[in-house]
């Protein structure tokens, strides 16, 4: 009675924690009694954040007119220290093509990874960014994508120095640029570093949805745990627009409703994402 085994806990030989493992509180405990103080990770990602647009001002400004607050820039930097990158906001930059490729290229010759921008990847008038990341060499990988929201999603990649970098050019609508940090940054990076960032499950729907387009939707949902049905629920958080800051600040997941699928059924179990 009241005797630990030898090995009941691990076997020699056997790893303790695997390569490309989060080291959470609850690893902390195993590590101490392997006698780890100190263990090696990979350094946080350092990620560069610029926004883009004519319309923004900063967070302390009332805005006049047709100005509105630059709420990506702010909303995208805390997602980043969420997941534990090295966020280092470039500010915004208004839509003169000289003043924005000058400031390209200063984000693109720093010690940053990954870029990250906001705004300017459409099909607008002052919609530069595309032309400014081609005549910087950026190697586009692909541009829109058959989703929404944030369709105008770029992507491709800057060789030019030793360490090549990730540039991701999110749409500039709030919801959208939130969508493509979940949906293109995190599974990029979970694919280089092995690892799960992102919180998926699956949930009751208790409401229909109808669903006008064939792309991909993530509707901005509000899930919780029901006792009696014993599984997680699940509904939309109002308005569906990508504008509406005040859906996307009650929702708590993204829920996924793939090409195929015209419409989701009250009682339909849907693929989730925690938010």
């Given at each position: 009675?009241n005797?630990?085994?030898?090995?009941?806990?691990i076997r020699?030989?056997?790893?303790?924690?695997?390569?490309?493992?989060?080291?959470?509180?609850?690893?902390?405990?195993?590590?101490?009694?392997?006698?780890?103080?100190?263990?090696?990770v990979?350094?946080?990602?350092?990620?560069?954040?610029?926004?883009?647009?004519?319309?923004?001002?900063?967070?302390?400004?009332i805005?006049?007119?047709?100005?509105i607050?630059?709420?990506?820039?702010?909303?995208?930097?805390?997602?980043l220290?969420?997941?534990?990158?090295?966020p280092?906001?470039f500010?915004?930059v208004?839509?003169d093509r000289?003043?924005?490729l000058?400031?390209?290229?200063?984000?693109?010759?720093?010690?940053?990874?990954?870029?990250?921008?906001t705004?300017?990847?459409s099909?607008?008038?002052?919609?530069?960014?595309?032309?400014i990341?081609?005549?910087l060499?950026?190697?586009?990988?692909?541009?829109?994508a058959?989703?929404?929201?944030?369709?105008?999603i770029?992507?491709?990649t800057?060789?030019?120095?030793?360490?090549?970098k990730?540039?991701f050019?999110?749409?500039?609508n709030?919801?959208?640029?939130?969508v493509?940090?979940?949906v293109?940054?995190?599974?990029?990076?979970?694919?280089?570093y092995e690892?799960?960032?992102?919180e998926?499950?699956?949930?009751?729907l208790?409401?229909?949805?109808?669903?006008?387009?064939?792309?991909?939707h993530?509707i901005?949902g509000v899930?919780?745990?029901?006792?009696?049905?014993?599984?997680?629920?699940?509904?939309p958080?109002?308005?569906?627009?990508?504008?509406n800051?005040?859906?996307l600040s009650?929702?708590?997941?993204?829920?996924?409703?793939?090409?195929?699928?015209?419409?989701?059924?009250?009682?339909?179990?849907?693929?989730?994402?925690?938010?």
């Amino acid at each position: 009675m009241n005797i630990r085994k030898l090995g009941e806990n691990i076997r020699k030989g056997e790893p303790a924690i695997q390569k490309n493992t989060i080291i959470s509180a609850h690893k902390i405990s195993l590590l101490a009694a392997c006698g780890k103080s100190s263990v090696k990770v990979y350094k946080p990602l350092k990620v560069g954040v610029l926004s883009t647009g004519d319309e923004l001002v900063d967070v302390r400004e009332i805005p006049t007119g047709d100005k509105i607050r630059a709420t990506n820039l702010y909303s995208i930097l805390a997602l980043l220290k969420k997941y534990h990158f090295e966020p280092v906001s470039f500010g915004f930059v208004n839509d003169d093509r000289d003043k924005t490729l000058q400031k390209i290229k200063e984000v693109l010759n720093s010690d940053i990874e990954i870029l990250l921008t906001t705004g300017g990847v459409s099909v607008g008038k002052y919609d530069y960014l595309k032309e400014i990341f081609q005549e910087l060499e950026v190697d586009k990988k692909f541009w829109r994508a058959f989703i929404k929201p944030g369709k105008p999603i770029y992507f491709g990649t800057y060789e030019k120095k030793e360490k090549p970098k990730l540039v991701f050019g999110l749409a500039g609508n709030p919801v959208s640029s939130f969508v493509n940090f979940y949906v293109y940054l995190l599974p990029a990076v979970e694919g280089k570093y092995e690892v799960e960032l992102t919180e998926k499950f699956a949930a009751k729907l208790q409401t229909s949805i109808k669903k006008k387009d064939a792309k991909r939707h993530f509707i901005r949902g509000v899930f919780e745990y029901n006792a009696e049905e014993n599984c997680f629920v699940v509904k939309p958080a109002g308005s569906q627009s990508s504008g509406n800051m005040v859906g996307l600040s009650s929702a708590n997941c993204l829920m996924i409703c793939e090409e195929k699928k015209r419409d989701l059924q009250e009682g339909e179990i849907v693929k989730c994402i925690r938010i």
